[in-house]
């Protein structure tokens, strides 16, 4: 799939799933749950590790230690206010809103419209089977 506003569909999806769990600007996420939700969402592993080496390089993502309530070290990364600029001028690219009836999903966050389709993103109405 041709790249979208110079973002290719794995770098798309990381960077709807990282304001979703860092949940406001300037917050920030353990890089495992957002490599978990990523790879829920459809990506590979290494599908991940491509998108987001290259949403760091382009400046749209850091990384920094954080500590946990008992004081070990992880991996945290959040969106850069650049990230955040290309969102909002981007914004039609991705989902807001889940519609009326669709089953509740994993990642609470905005989804790209354009990776075409994948269940995680584009959820059908529960038919209700569990």
């Known amino acids: 799939m041709a790249p979208t506003q110079g ?4 770098e798309l999806i990381v960077l709807a799933v990282l304001p979703g769990n860092a949940g406001l600007p300037g917050t920030s ?13 459809g990506l590979t592993a290494i599908g991940f590790s491509l998108a987001f080496r290259r949403l760091f390089s ?33 914004e039609t690219l991705f989902v807001l809103r889940k519609k009326r009836g669709q089953s509740s ?13 994948n269940p995680l993103l584009h959820p059908t109405p529960a038919s209700g089977r569990g």
């Open 29 to 41: 996420t353990s890089v495992y749950s957002l490599k978990n939700d990523a790879e829920r969402s």
């Open 105 to 117: 999903m994993t990642l609470k966050t905005i989804f790209p419209s354009s990776v075409g389709h």
């Open 7 to 10: 973002l290719s569909q794995p």
């Open 58 to 90: 382009k400046r749209f993502v850091d990384v920094t230690e954080e500590h946990d309530e008992t004081g070990e070290s992880y991996d945290a990364a959040r969106l850069t206010d650049k990230a955040w600029e290309w969102i909002e001028q981007n």
